[in-house]
């Protein structure tokens, strides 16, 4: 295959590189375009078609469904791996041994107690205030509490940051559920391992001990694994976007944090429950539901289903799916919410809409139905995501500080007015 793409505009030509990746996708180098046909840009919203940065983290391909965090499959890494193991693995490239994993998790726990005065800000949030916008505010608030910016060429401290973040990031989240709920907050305890110390963190009572549940460990550990990175998607090209611009690491991933909150990404999977919660107020009648996602007059999407990248199925969900069954099945969970969930699924898998658009049951479909089964809140459903991504997210913001990318900043095709002359006040 020739190595060029060409490209003629108003008869001249152009010629632009053809780069190739590790698993042979193909990307058109047009960083040359703008000032080689001094001016024209390309446009492509939503960057459908746009490649941000070269990756070494995340390989997925939509079509054929696979997902892999540094070359390991998804599926081998649920089953095999702990999430700390996964974190360590996206941060720094690869998997650790006994000794590296055992340092990461006390260097990690050294640094899970958070400045007390943070309390007074959490304080100050009405007990109505969503858990993503007091985990951002309390994550960029952070930054306040350990103010010295991070040299990126010491790798010292680039690690300190990390693991301080990943030491404090479950004590917030904690703290976000606790507080909503009138509880008081607490700090974890450093003898357990990282998913049983979030939820004991999470749950424990004032008035007794806290028993695990393996079963609820092990769920846990698998979702944030399954939610660890996914690539180039809004929140991580939002965190890399603002560190970029050399912003710090702990406000690169509060802002991450805002864009993950939407619901048409991880807010996704509190509007699952909410949509099935509200199909089950309306008589359970999934057909009508059908129905209303597919009238292009009604605003209504059937959540939880199509993924901007993954047009067959999405990997994540066929793991999450067999993980809520069991964790149903072994909690004895009997939920009318599940029965609709797969009442839906059974529908819009043989709906010629939902199978002419490639629209099939995305990671979130599957995670709320777990959540809700393990008594985590639905407002707190993409705060427990952002937990997961969070190593994600570490993992890119510190490749992009390392590979010294340039500050990200598109640009646009203007269709606003053209010049035109200011008119005092009293002649409009
Ligand atoms: N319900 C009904 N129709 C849908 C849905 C849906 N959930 N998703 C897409 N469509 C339709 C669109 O209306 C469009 O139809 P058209 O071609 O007739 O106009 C077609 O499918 C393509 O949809 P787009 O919006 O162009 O696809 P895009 O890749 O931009 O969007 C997205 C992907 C945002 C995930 C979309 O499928 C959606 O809104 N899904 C529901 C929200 C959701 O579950 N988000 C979680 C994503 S996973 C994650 O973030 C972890």
């Known amino acids: 295959m020739s190595k060029i793409a060409n490209l003629e505009i108003d008869g001249k030509k152009y010629e632009f590189p053809l780069v190739v990746g590790t698993e042979n996708e193909i990307a058109v180098d047009i960083s040359s375009l703008r000032s080689s046909t001094k001016g024209i840009i390309t446009?492509?919203?939503?960057?459908?078609?746009?490649?941000?940065?070269?990756?070494?983290?995340?390989?997925?391909?939509?079509?054929?469904?696979?997902?892999?965090?540094?070359?390991?499959?998804?599926?081998?890494?649920?089953?095999?791996?702990?999430?700390?193991?996964?974190?360590?693995?996206?941060?720094?490239?690869?998997?650790?041994n006994q000794e590296e994993l055992e340092k990461f998790h006390a260097d990690i726990k050294s640094h899970s107690v958070v400045d007390d005065d943070v309390k007074k800000i959490l304080d100050a949030f009405p007990k109505s205030a969503h858990p993503m916008g007091v985990l951002s505010s309390l994550t960029?608030?952070?930054?306040?509490?350990?103010?010295?910016?991070?040299?990126?060429?010491?790798?010292?401290?680039?690690?300190?940051?990390?693991?301080?973040?990943?030491?404090?990031?479950?004590?917030?989240?904690?703290?976000?559920?606790?507080?909503?709920?009138?509880?008081?907050?607490?700090?974890?305890?450093?003898?357990?391992?990282?998913?049983?110390?979030?939820?004991?963190?999470?749950?424990?009572?004032?008035?007794?001990?806290?028993?695990?549940?393996?079963?609820?460990?092990?769920?846990?550990?698998?979702?944030?694994?399954?939610?660890?990175?996914?690539?180039?998607?809004?929140?991580?090209?939002?965190v890399r976007i603002t560190g970029s611009s050399h912003a710090g690491l702990f406000v690169s991933l509060s802002a991450g944090i805002s864009a993950l909150w939407g619901p048409l990404h991880?807010?996704?999977?509190?509007?699952?429950?909410?949509?099935?919660?509200?199909?089950?107020?309306?008589?359970?009648?999934?057909?009508?539901?059908?129905?209303?996602?597919?009238?292009?007059?009604?605003?209504?999407?059937l959540m939880g289903f199509g993924h901007r990248v993954y047009k067959n199925f999405d990997p994540r969900a066929k793991i999450i799916k067999k993980a809520a069954d069991e964790v149903l099945?072994?909690?004895?969970?009997?939920?009318?919410?599940?029965?609709?969930?797969?009442?839906?699924?059974?529908?819009?898998?043989?709906?010629?809409?939902?199978?002419?658009?490639?629209?099939?049951?995305?990671?979130?479909?599957?995670?709320?139905?777990?959540?809700?089964?393990?008594?985590?809140?639905?407002d707190m459903f993409t705060v427990m995501f952002a937990l997961g991504r969070l190593p994600g997210w570490i993992a890119q913001w510190r490749e992009m500080r390392l590979r010294k990318e340039p500050i990200g900043r598109p640009r646009q095709l203007y269709v606003g007015e053209t010049q035109r002359s200011f008119k005092s006040i009293n002649k409009r």
């Open 43 to 96: 446009i492509d919203p939503g960057y459908k078609n746009t490649g941000s940065c070269e990756s070494a983290i995340t390989f997925l391909d939509g079509e054929k469904g696979i997902l892999r965090y540094r070359g390991y499959s998804i599926e081998e890494l649920a089953e095999k791996a702990d999430f700390l193991e996964v974190a360590y693995l996206l941060i720094f490239g690869e998997l650790p």
């Open 140 to 238: 960029s608030a952070l930054t306040a509490f350990n103010p010295s910016s991070v040299d990126v060429n010491s790798e010292e401290q680039m690690y300190n940051a990390i693991v301080r973040i990943l030491g404090k990031f479950p004590v917030l989240v904690a703290w976000t559920m606790r507080k909503k709920h009138g509880l008081p907050l607490e700090y974890g305890d450093d003898s357990l391992g990282y998913v049983e110390n979030v939820l004991k963190m999470m749950f424990k009572s004032p008035n007794k001990e806290y028993e695990q549940n393996p079963i609820l460990i092990d769920a846990l550990d698998k979702l944030l694994i399954l939610h660890a990175d996914h690539e180039q998607n809004c929140s991580t090209s939002t």
């Open 266 to 301: 991880g807010g996704a999977n509190q509007a699952v429950l909410e949509m099935l919660e509200a199909i089950k107020e309306d008589g359970g009648d999934t057909k009508k539901y059908m129905a209303k996602a597919k009238d292009k007059n009604d605003p209504f999407r």
């Open 329 to 378: 099945g072994d909690l004895g969970v009997e939920d009318p919410i599940l029965d609709i969930a797969k009442g839906l699924e059974k529908e819009a898998l043989e709906d010629k809409y939902f199978v002419d658009r490639k629209l099939y049951p995305n990671v979130d479909f599957y995670s709320g139905i777990i959540y809700r089964a393990m008594g985590i809140p639905t």
